[in-house]
Nanobody, 120 residues
Framework: VQLQASGGGLVQAGGSLRLSCAASGRTFSTYTMGWFRQAPGKEREFVAAISSAGSTDYGDSVKGRFTISRDNAKNTVYLQMNSLKPEDTAVYYC???????????????WGQGTQVTVSS
């Protein structure tokens, strides 16, 4: 599946952004969709994931602030990010996989990434 992430930008601390990831193909509803992020000099970090059945999981650093959702009719997964902090600054990637896992190794299709910058 091909993925196109969008919605990144520059926001002040405490603000909000909503990322979108549009997918091609007719089988979007069968995929687990995940969001990951990577800051310069740091490893890729799990942010959130949603299974085909709607189960969700969140990384500890974003739990309670971020919400992942999907619209299968639009082949799109969203990441609503609230109460943003400077440490949320990173390139955010969406990815498609088969199972709800936190490891990026379980995801086989990746979008191009969208930059999120949170100023203090």
């Amino acid at each position: 599946v091909q993925l196109q992430a969008s919605g990144g930008g520059l926001v002040q601390a405490g603000g909000s952004l909503r990322l979108s990831c549009a997918a091609s193909g007719r089988t979007f509803s069968t995929y687990t969709m995940g969001w990951f992020r990577q800051a310069p000099g740091k490893e890729r970090e799990f942010v959130a994931a949603i299974s085909s059945a709607g189960s969700t999981d969140y990384g500890d650093s974003v739990k309670g602030r971020f919400t992942i959702s999907r619209d299968n009719a639009k082949n799109t997964v969203y990441l609503q990010m609230n109460s943003l902090k400077p440490e949320d600054t990173a390139v955010y990637y969406c990815a498609a996989g088969a199972v709800l896992r936190r490891s990026w190794r379980n995801y086989y299709d990746w979008g191009q990434g969208t930059q999120v910058t949170v100023s203090s």
